[in-house]
């Protein structure tokens, strides 16, 4: 049987997978990716980009193509409710921002299904030189101390390539909340089950005369026949829609014919006789979980292979980005030698915690619908908190000592600048251009310094190219007010300086300059990349 090698093999294609590759092929690493099923998924399943995935998204360019594949009605923003579309309205509420109205955030969200997002990320990934091979399935690995094993199978109609063998050095199941590699590796999973299900039914009407002119992103039905949430798939001329009805735990589509999914469609609009012609339809399951372990040797678990969180909210999808780009430059620096392989035990012990907060944030605001209790309400955290306001703590992140609550997160519009903690916002800049600080956040490590840290300059010369350390002095070229900002939001005098992980966070804080910057800069790196010096 044939083998080949690569440094990382992604298992499933969806977004998380789609990003762990283009995340890996932006530090230069050429992933393998193999997904079963032939082609992107028709459904929209997640809807939106979150502010801090888009903010991943800027970093790389991408911004402005993702936003030309959203949803053509979310121009409209806001979310209808209504016992049908036809029928009574019970009321409107806004949908996700476009830009963050709190200013933590370099943009805001961007509505759009993973079936417009998925072809952005993987041509992109593809361009960058990543591997993507639709149509392959994985049926069997092995790992030992040295890397993973894996027998893939060409299940293209010709028969392809076969079966064969792939090495890999390391491998991330992105394989979904089935998670059949997780579940090979005999890790378990706690949390409270499964609340129920969900179907999506793609279909064709015309709906224009109920729609009656109306702009909206989402209309959300509830009527005694069916609950569930309508949404246009295309433009104005298209005929294009998706119903995505409640079922009950343990329901699934498959126990739907046809007649039965165009009988939900005509009790969505309200309309008993609607030409209705449907297209496909899929279910999953509504749920929340976190995995007992995220990583087990050389194989580590992403997105829903890790957590499950019911869609309210919108964090599920994202949070599995996030997992990506946690892992991505841990696994690049570890494959490069530039850090010891114990870097990786970094990615648990940061994205784990994070989970189970985000897992139960989207719990509460599912059950939102039939009442709190007083003790899931106090939990209840702003989104803002939720998308930003992640707290690591792991050997990644130099620690100050001091008090600390334990907390998973902090109020990012009061950031606190502590290490583990996202970098606040600030608007920089670079070559005579002000540029948001977020937006150079796409590979290396930076060290930012205040007004009078010009001696940190050559700290990072000093410390060498591997990983290099980017360089800038807030207020150099910014005005008085962003050093001001600098220093508050970061928690640190003139002098001092704060290095950032290439994935935004902090990873160390000197409140001013030592008396050997380049050694404490080098000790911190050799520190956070568990890395010793001869």
């Given at each position: 049987?044939?083998?080949?090698?690569?440094?990382?093999?992604?298992?499933?294609?969806?977004?998380?997978?789609?990003?762990?590759?283009?995340?890996?092929?932006?530090?230069?690493?050429?992933?393998?990716?193999?997904?079963?099923?032939?082609?992107?998924?028709?459904?929209?399943?997640?809807?939106?980009?979150?502010?801090?995935?888009?903010?991943?998204?800027?970093?790389?360019?991408?911004?402005?193509?993702?936003?030309?594949?959203?949803?053509?009605?979310?121009?409209?923003?806001?979310?209808?409710?209504?016992?049908?579309?036809?029928?009574?309205?019970?009321?409107?509420?806004?949908?996700?921002?476009?830009?963050?109205?709190?200013?933590?955030?370099?943009?805001?969200?961007?509505?759009?299904?993973?079936?417009?997002?998925?072809?952005?990320?993987?041509?992109?990934?593809?361009?960058?030189?990543?591997?993507?091979?639709?149509?392959?399935?994985?049926?069997?690995?092995?790992?030992?101390?040295?890397?993973?094993?894996?027998?893939?199978?060409?299940?293209?109609?010709?028969?392809?390539?076969?079966?064969?063998?792939?090495?890999?050095?390391?491998?991330?199941?992105?394989?979904?909340?089935?998670?059949?590699?997780?579940?090979?590796?005999?890790?378990?999973?706690?949390?409270?089950?499964?609340?129920?299900?969900?179907?999506?039914?793609?279909?064709?009407?015309?709906?224009?005369?109920?729609?009656?002119?109306?702009?909206?992103?989402?209309?959300?039905?509830?009527?005694?026949?069916?609950?569930?949430?309508?949404?246009?798939?295309?433009?104005?001329?298209?005929?294009?829609?998706?119903?995505?009805?409640?079922?009950?735990?343990?329901?699934?589509?498959?126990?739907?014919?046809?007649?039965?999914?165009?009988?939900?469609?005509?009790?969505?609009?309200?309309?008993?006789?609607?030409?209705?012609?449907?297209?496909?339809?899929?279910?999953?399951?509504?749920?929340?979980?976190?995995?007992?372990?995220?990583?087990?040797?050389?194989?580590?678990?992403?997105?829903?292979?890790?957590?499950?969180?019911?869609?309210?909210?919108?964090?599920?999808?994202?949070?599995?980005?996030?997992?990506?780009?946690?892992?991505?430059?841990?696994?690049?620096?570890?494959?490069?030698?530039?850090?010891?392989?114990?870097?990786?035990?970094?990615?648990?012990?940061?994205?784990?915690?994070?989970?189970?907060?985000?897992?139960?944030?989207?719990?509460?605001?599912?059950?939102?619908?039939?009442?709190?209790?007083?003790?899931?309400a106090a939990r209840h955290r702003p989104e803002t908190t939720v998308l930003f306001g992640h707290v690591y703590r792991s050997g990644a992140v130099l620690g100050?000592?001091?008090?600390?609550?334990?907390?998973?997160?902090?109020?990012?519009?009061?950031?606190?600048?502590?290490?583990?903690?996202?970098?606040?916002?600030?608007?920089?800049?670079?070559?005579?251009?002000?540029?948001?600080?977020?937006?150079?956040?796409?590979?290396?490590?930076?060290?930012?310094?205040?007004?009078?840290?010009?001696?940190?300059?050559?700290?990072?010369?000093?410390?060498?190219?591997?990983?290099?350390?980017?360089?800038?002095?807030?207020?150099?070229?910014?005005?008085?007010?962003?050093?001001?900002?600098?220093?508050?939001?970061?928690?640190?005098?003139?002098?001092?300086?704060?290095?950032?992980?290439?994935?935004?966070?902090?990873?160390?804080?000197?409140?001013?300059?030592?008396?050997?910057?380049?050694?404490?800069?080098?000790?911190?790196?050799?520190?956070?990349?568990?890395?010793?010096?001869?």
């Amino acid at each position: 049987m044939a083998e080949e090698t690569t440094d990382v093999l992604i298992v499933g294609g969806s977004m998380v997978g789609l990003a762990q590759a283009l995340f890996l092929a932006r530090q230069g690493i050429r992933a393998v990716l193999v997904e079963r099923h032939p082609e992107i998924s028709a459904h929209p399943r997640a809807q939106a980009a979150s502010p801090r995935t888009m903010e991943l998204m800027r970093a790389l360019g991408l911004e402005d193509a993702v936003r030309a594949q959203e949803n053509p009605y979310a121009q409209y923003g806001d979310i209808l409710q209504a016992e049908s579309l036809a029928g009574a309205e019970l009321g409107r509420f806004d949908g996700p921002f476009r830009h963050d109205p709190n200013e933590v955030g370099t943009t805001g969200w961007t509505l759009i299904g993973q079936d417009r997002f998925e072809p952005v990320l993987r041509a992109r990934a593809e361009e960058l030189g990543a591997d993507v091979r639709f149509a392959t399935e994985m049926t069997g690995f092995e790992q030992d101390e040295d890397g993973v094993t894996a027998v893939l199978r060409d299940l293209r109609p010709d028969g392809g390539r076969g079966e064969y063998r792939v090495r890999a050095r390391y491998l991330v199941a992105a394989d979904g909340s089935r998670a059949p590699v997780r579940e090979t590796l005999g890790i378990g999973r706690h949390g409270q089950g499964v609340f129920g299900g969900q179907m999506n039914v793609i279909f064709h009407a015309d709906l224009d005369p109920y729609v009656a002119g109306r702009t909206f992103f989402l209309c959300f039905v509830n009527n005694d026949r069916v609950k569930g949430v309508l949404g246009k798939l295309g433009g104005d001329d298209s005929d294009r829609w998706v119903l995505a009805p409640s079922l009950p735990p343990g329901a699934s589509h498959r126990e739907f014919a046809a007649e039965d999914c165009v009988r939900l469609v005509r009790d969505a609009v309200g309309v008993a006789d609607l030409p209705v012609e449907v297209e496909t339809a899929t279910s999953w399951e509504i749920a929340a979980w976190v995995a007992d372990r995220f990583r087990s040797g050389r194989v580590l678990l992403a997105g829903d292979s890790a957590h499950v969180m019911p869609p309210t909210g919108g964090f599920g999808g994202n949070m599995g980005v996030q997992d990506a780009h946690n892992l991505a430059w841990k696994l690049a620096l570890v494959l490069r030698g530039h850090a010891g392989p114990e870097l990786l035990d970094s990615y648990e012990l940061e994205r784990a915690p994070v989970a189970e907060f985000t897992v139960d944030q989207g719990v509460i605001r599912y059950l939102q619908r039939s009442g709190l209790d007083e003790a899931a309400a106090a939990r209840h955290r702003p989104e803002t908190t939720v998308l930003f306001g992640h707290v690591y703590r792991s050997g990644a992140v130099l620690g100050e000592g001091g008090p600390d609550d334990g907390a998973p997160v902090e109020d990012p519009t009061v950031p606190s600048g502590r290490p583990g903690t996202r970098a606040p916002h600030l608007p920089l800049v670079r070559a005579g251009k002000e540029t948001p600080l977020h937006d150079l956040l796409d590979g290396d490590f930076w060290l930012l310094a205040g007004p009078e840290g010009a001696q940190w300059e050559a700290a990072c010369t000093a410390a060498g190219g591997a990983p290099a350390v980017s360089f800038h002095r807030v207020g150099a070229d910014e005005p008085r007010g962003t050093a001001e900002a600098f220093l508050s939001r970061y928690g640190v005098e003139a002098s001092g300086a704060v290095l950032i992980r290439p994935d935004g966070f902090i990873a160390w804080r000197a409140r001013e300059l030592p008396s050997q910057p380049a050694t404490a800069l080098s000790t911190a790196l050799d520190t956070i990349l568990s890395r010793t010096r001869a």
